[in-house]
């Protein structure tokens, strides 16, 4: 909801209720975008999406050779018809015929990885390769509702060997977990809140903590009518390379606090946990073996040996992963939340009041004869269709079978090709960027996985320049003056960099979605900017600060 505001001229005290996007939005029309994004207005760099500009080209050439493979399929089960009637696929010698396809197209893109996924899918993970095949053709041609709703069975494997890859690693890790297939991370969202409503795991007037800076959907849904939940923060410091400190996440103690929302790696910061808070957590849990964890790893494949609180805790926590960022497949809507089969959520709902228990039985009786059996999973997928409408609920096949391919591309890149080649390429955009602003990249942190950089003028002012020339910027500029300047001045648009409410001299630069030479581009605007500051620090005080070099 746009409140108005005057982009761009002198009057932005509106701007503080600004959410980010909203902010963003305004900055856009300042940097002459109009009020909706366009990528095809060249002139304009846009740093503030987090829409990567690159993409997984390998699993969408197969997706596209196995759509033409299921066509066959589908025309052979059907004699002849020029009217344009097919049937479906046919499970009999499929693997057969998808091995003489294979044959005819040979050196077609797709084809080769199609045929690696196959035997994947056979010799790695023990599956049937006709039934995947099958799984495969029928899902590509969306000729069924996805049946299991949840998700679709060989699928729901192949993801969740995938997540154990990436979100569990050499983990040790006890036991099984589900998986159900979503319209991406922000579903995976409105579907845990709600169904956490629902079934009084969190009601209104609860407390829940939040991890700091995040991505401000969070902080923006408890605060919503549905939900009027109170907020803890858990404030991650610059200064402690964004990690929480021991003091911030005892705050988990307190018995009141119900659930624990974190991104991680983090957004905006993009820095993943280190070992030490992810083991204090897990010592903390053991403590409050009640507390419900929802971690969204949505970064977690960019960050180097990665670990997510679900490896960790897996028994307390939510797992959201999505497809959008790494695969560059935002338009396609795929994402996945995954529990733990032994958890303290199922453990939760079957402690509910003898109350609250009968009405959740007479919520879910049209849909199993044993509601009170029914695993949180489960009852997310039949609240995201509200319940009565859940034998039409689950992800659209094709979606399935897009994020299968994903999720086998990745598994059978054991050299991780595809992981360095998008690593090396966000790392040389951050490395562009800093060394035109003229500072150098603070040694290496291996908690940074750098799909966003945030340009905190506090702090690194204060570093090069002292905390004087920072204390009169503060107190002589406002707050988003640097995001709108850069925005009409340079054209440059950034998201700010401390979410939501808080003022302050800072912006998140995506490096995922432009091109090296636009990050020089940015990188030289907020250098300009910065040594005019300093020269306007110089003369109203007669010091002498050095220009940013
Ligand atoms: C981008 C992003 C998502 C992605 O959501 P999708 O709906 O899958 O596109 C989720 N969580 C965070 C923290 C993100 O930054």
């Known amino acids: 909801m746009a409140k108005s505001t005057q982009s761009g001229s002198g009057d932005r005290a509106g701007m503080a209720s600004l959410s980010p996007f909203e902010l963003k939005d305004e900055l856009i029309k300042a940097a002459g975008g109009g009020a909706v994004e366009r990528p095809a207005n060249l002139s304009m760099l846009n740093a503030g999406r987090g829409n990567p500009n690159f993409l997984a080209t390998i ?145 209104a007037g609860d407390t829940i903590a939040l991890g700091t800076p995040i991505f401000t959907p969070y902080i923006e849904i408890p605060r919503l009518n549905d939900y009027k939940l109170n907020v803890v923060n858990l404030e991650a410091d610059v200064a402690n390379g964004w990690q929480f400190s021991k003091q911030e996440l005892d705050k988990l103690r307190d018995p009141k606090v119900k659930a624990f929302f974190l991104v991680n790696p983090s957004n905006p910061p993009s820095v993943k946990m280190d070992t030490k808070s992810l083991e204090y957590i897990a010592e903390i849990v053991k403590e409050r073996p009640d507390l419900i964890i929802l971690t969204d ?20 926590t939510i797992l959201v992963y999505s497809y959008s960022k ?141 905390r004087e020339l920072v204390d009169w910027i503060l107190e002589n500029t406002e707050a988003s003056e640097m995001l709108f300047r850069l925005a009409k001045e340079a054209r440059v648009v950034l998201l700010p960099g401390r979410g939501f409410g808080t003022q302050h001299p800072s912006g998140r630069v995506s490096l995922a979605n432009l091109n090296e030479s636009d990050y020089v581009q940015i990188g030289r605007a907020i250098r300009k900017l910065m040594d005019e500051y300093i020269e306007r620090y110089n003369k109203a005080t007669g010091k002498k600060s050095g220009t940013a070099k």
């Open 59 to 203: 699993p969408r050439h197969g997706f596209w050779q196995l759509g033409l493979f299921a066509m066959r399929e589908s025309e052979r089960s059907f004699a002849y018809m020029p009217e344009g009637v097919g049937g479906f696929p046919m499970r009999e010698g499929l693997e057969e015929r998808f091995e003489i396809f294979a044959r005819e197209n040979k050196g077609v893109p797709g084809i080769s990885f199609l045929l690696g996924a196959v035997s994947y899918v056979r010799d790695q993970l023990g599956l049937n390769a006709g039934d995947f095949l099958y799984e495969m053709c029928e899902g590509i041609l969306g000729s069924n509702y996805p049946v299991p709703d949840r998700m679709l069975k060989l699928s729901e494997q192949i993801v969740a060997q995938y997540l154990r890859r990436e979100m569990i690693g050499k983990h040790p890790f006890v036991g099984d977990f589900d998986v159900f297939a979503v319209e991406g991370g922000t579903a995976a969202m409105t579907y845990i809140f709600n169904t956490l409503r629902e079934n009084f795991l969190i009601s």
């Open 297 to 316: 790893d949505v970064y977690g494949t960019f960050a180097d040996d990665f670990v997510s609180l679900f490896a960790l805790c897996p028994q307390n």
């Open 326 to 466: 790494y695969f560059g497949a935002t338009g396609w809507r795929l994402g996945a939340i995954a529990t733990h089969r032994e958890n303290v959520l199922d453990k939760q709902l079957a402690a509910l009041s003898k109350e609250k228990r009968a009405q959740l039985h007479t919520r879910y009786e049209s849909i199993t004869t044993e509601p009170d059996k029914l695993k949180f999973i489960d009852r997310l997928v039949a609240d995201s269709r509200t319940v009565a409408l859940n034998h039409t609920a689950g992800l659209s096949t094709p979606q399935q079978v897009q994020m299968a391919l994903f999720s086998l591309f990745s598994l059978m890149d054991t050299p991780d090709a595809y992981k360095n080649a998008l690593k090396r390429l966000i790392r040389s955009r951050k490395q562009a960027l800093y060394r035109e602003i003229g500072i150098a990249p603070e040694v290496k942190d291996e908690n940074e996985v750098d799909y966003y950089a945030i340009l905190d003028m506090e702090y690194l002012g204060e570093r090069r320049h002292g």
